[in-house]
C-alpha cells in the first residue's frame, strides 16, 4: 500500500541571491566528504536524504536501505519527481543562515532545475569505481550500507530509474575520486573555492 503525501504549499518568493553547489553521484561516490570539505568555506550542508530519513522517522519506519528507498519512491510517486527537491529547498529558505549553500544528493535534473530557484546553481558530479563506491559504503556502515554486493547492485540500478545517470552525465564540474581521501578533499575544496569567488565578484 503507498502512503499519500502532500506536500506543503510553496510560497511564491522572489529567489535569493545564493551561491548553490548541487552535488550528484552513484552512492559512495564521495559526495559526503566533499560536502564535509566545503564548511571550511563558509558553505552550509543540505543533504537531501535526511528529508527521506526524516520522514522515516515520521513513519516511526527503521531507516534501512530498503525502507529509505520504499520512501524515496513514495514521496515522488505521491508529490511528483521533485518532491524531496522541494521538501529541501523548502528547508534552506527556513533555516539557512549562509548565502553559500552545498546540497548533497541530486538524483534527477529536474530536482536540480528546482535549487536553480535560489539563485546561482551549479550541479557537481562526483566519480568512483564500482569496487572502490562498495568498500567505501561498506566500511561506513550506516544503516542503509548494502550488506552484499548484491544489495549494492540493487540499489545502483535504483538510483538509475529516478534520472541519476542523466544529471551526472549534464554535471557542470567533475570531481574524480580516484586517490586518496586527502586529494579527493583538496580537489574538491579548490572546485568549490573557485565558484565562490566567481560568485563573489559578480
Partial sequence: MVAHFKLPEEKSESASPRLVI??????????????????????????????????????????????LGAIMFQLRQSGGIVAIAILCKQRIERDAKSKLILIDGIRNVNEFIEFKKLGRAVLVSIHATPDRRFKFLQARGRSDSPQTLQSFEDRDRRELTVGIGEAIALADEVIMNDGSLNELKEAAVALFKRQKEEYLAE
Fill in 22 to 67: 548541487c552535488l550528484t553521484g552513484m552512492p559512495g561516490a564521495g559526495k559526503s566528504t566533499c560536502a564535509e570539505a566545503s564548511e571550511s568555506l563558509g558553505f552550509e550542508v543540505f543533504r537531501m536524504g535526511d528529508d527521506v530519513r526524516m520522514e522515516a522517522e515520521r513513519r516511526k519506519v527503521p531507516p534501512t536501505d530498503e525502507n
